[in-house]
């Protein structure tokens, strides 16, 4: 059997085991679930007339106010999810299971790599179930054809997949579960930070440029352009670049913490 089958091989061994562990201990993802539909459901309901002036010129209503913070909203939610990885990954390496893994015939990076993929594919399904819940009160997308969904789905997986490598990073070099969580608490703390609840002209002047340019605001607005048909621009390259950018680097960053700590 060739390098390349062995590995897919056990990346694959290794996708199951932590999609079964996700389904038994299911606590975590409900936790980091509950963060974005309260927050929805909060400028929704609680500070949605009030949040609502500050966009489209001071003319929109509660139902154009829904529609201007899902993209944001699952956005967040990616961020979310991918702090559980960080903590499931400083769990594997502190509680022994790296170690017996060291003395077993597998694929060295099968175990980052099932982190990765499993971690992707459960931001996805969040995205879906907070979107079912954005539908539920409102939240419409008439205009957007097949290949604008199609686009977004893409985007949505491509920033899950950069930030959780940054995340595998973070679990990585965190002496225990509680310090991972501490240490990832930034992938849910920049989408505050961004055009997810309001426009970033509306911002004090100071600080609208950290806004516009961080990762989450390129990657919200190209969003909202894919499913509500506002302007993109250059949104759509910026977080192009920034997903890249932040996958390499999250890869070449696991990759030599992870290899360092089995030698």
């Given at each position: 059997?060739?390098?390349?089958?062995?590995?897919?091989?056990?990346?694959?061994?290794?996708?199951?085991?932590?999609?079964?562990?996700?389904?038994?201990?299911?606590?975590?993802?409900?936790?980091?679930?509950?963060?974005?539909?309260?927050?929805?459901?909060?400028?929704?309901?609680?500070?949605?007339?009030?949040?609502?002036?500050?966009?489209?010129?001071?003319?929109?209503d509660r139902s154009d106010y829904i529609a201007y913070i899902?993209?944001?909203?699952?956005?967040?939610?990616?961020?979310?999810?991918?702090?559980?990885?960080?903590?499931?990954?400083?769990?594997?390496?502190?509680?022994?299971?790296?170690?017996?893994?060291?003395?077993?015939?597998?694929?060295?990076?099968?175990?980052?790599?099932?982190?990765?993929?499993?971690?992707?594919?459960?931001?996805?399904?969040?995205?879906?179930?907070?979107?079912?819940?954005?539908?539920?009160?409102?939240?419409?997308?008439?205009?957007?054809?097949?290949?604008e969904w199609i686009l977004a789905i893409g985007l949505l997986?491509?920033?899950?997949?950069?930030?959780?490598?940054?995340?595998?990073?973070?679990?990585?070099?965190?002496?225990?579960?509680?310090?991972?969580?501490?240490?990832?608490?930034?992938?849910?703390?920049?989408?505050?930070?961004?055009?997810?609840?309001?426009?970033?002209?509306?911002?004090?002047?100071?600080?609208?440029?950290?806004?516009?340019?961080?990762?989450?605001?390129?990657?919200?607005?190209?969003?909202?352009?894919?499913?509500?048909?506002?302007?993109?621009?250059?949104?759509?390259?910026?977080?192009?670049?920034?997903?890249?950018?932040?996958?390499?680097?999250?890869?070449?960053?696991?990759?030599?913490?992870?290899?360092?700590?089995?030698?």
């Amino acid at each position: 059997m060739s390098s390349l089958s062995l590995a897919v091989r056990d990346s694959n061994t290794m996708l199951r085991r932590n999609l079964l562990h996700a389904r038994r201990y299911p606590s975590l993802t409900l936790n980091l679930l509950f963060t974005p539909i309260m927050m929805l459901l909060l400028f929704v309901y609680i500070f949605g007339d009030v949040m609502s002036a500050g966009i489209g010129g001071g003319g929109a209503d509660r139902s154009d106010y829904i529609a201007y913070i899902v993209p944001g909203i699952l956005m967040l939610t990616i961020g979310g999810t991918t702090v559980g990885t960080a903590v499931s990954i400083s769990m594997d390496m502190n509680e022994g299971i790296i170690a017996r893994f060291r003395t077993m015939a597998i694929h060295r990076g099968s175990v980052l790599i099932g982190h990765v993929i499993g971690s992707v594919l459960q931001s996805i399904m969040s995205v879906v179930f907070v979107g079912l819940v954005a539908l539920a009160i409102g939240f419409r997308s008439t205009d957007a054809t097949i290949l604008e969904w199609i686009l977004a789905i893409g985007l949505l997986t491509l920033v899950a997949l950069a930030l959780t490598w940054i995340a595998v990073g973070m679990g990585l070099v965190s002496p225990n579960a509680e310090a991972a969580s501490n240490n990832a608490m930034p992938l849910i703390l920049l989408p505050l930070l961004s055009s997810a609840f309001i426009p970033v002209d509306t911002m004090p002047g100071w600080f609208q440029p950290f806004a516009e340019y961080q990762p989450f605001t390129p990657a919200i607005e190209t969003l909202r352009g894919l499913l509500l048909g506002t302007e993109i621009g250059n949104n759509g390259w910026l977080v192009i670049g920034w997903c890249l950018g932040l996958a390499v680097l999250g890869y070449l960053w696991s990759s030599s913490v992870f290899n360092r700590d089995q030698k």
